[in-house]
């Protein structure tokens, strides 16, 4: 079993910074797979990025070269680094975990956190 945690979201500018953080429980999280997610109002869940167990990174294109996906293991944390934000990426962002590697893929995670709100306004 793995509970996962997000944190960190908040209200912010066009062209400002963020970073989610995704907090794990469960002693084989390094073993998993974590995709982010978001969803916006009336719209599909939406890949965002995801990172491998052993650190390979994997992002969607609207958010690539403005994102960053990493991870520390040993503290059983997955973070999400968002730079250069704009309204486009208003939504709820979710972390998930799966064993797949099929990152993008939303039907292979077997864990979801709660979500957390980013807006993206001025």
């Known amino acids: 079993q793995v509970q996962l945690v997000e944190s960190g979201g908040d209200l912010v500018q066009p062209g400002d910074s963020l970073r989610l953080s995704c907090a794990a429980s469960g002693r084989t999280f390094s073993n998993y797979n974590v995709g982010w997610f978001r969803q916006a109002p009336g719209k599909e869940r939406e890949f965002v990025g995801g990172?491998?167990?052993?650190?390979?990174?994997y992002y969607g294109d609207s958010v690539k070269a403005r994102f960053t996906i990493s991870r520390h293991n040993a503290e059983n944390m997955v973070y999400l680094q968002m730079n250069n934000l704009k309204p486009e990426d208003t939504a709820v962002y979710y972390c998930?975990?799966?064993?797949?590697?099929?990152?993008?893929?939303?039907?292979?995670?077997?864990?979801w956190g709660q979500g957390t709100q980013v807006t993206v306004s001025s």
């Open positions: 998930a975990a799966t064993y797949s590697d099929y990152l993008e893929r939303i039907d292979v995670y077997d864990y």
């Open positions: 990172i491998t167990q052993i650190g390979s990174t």
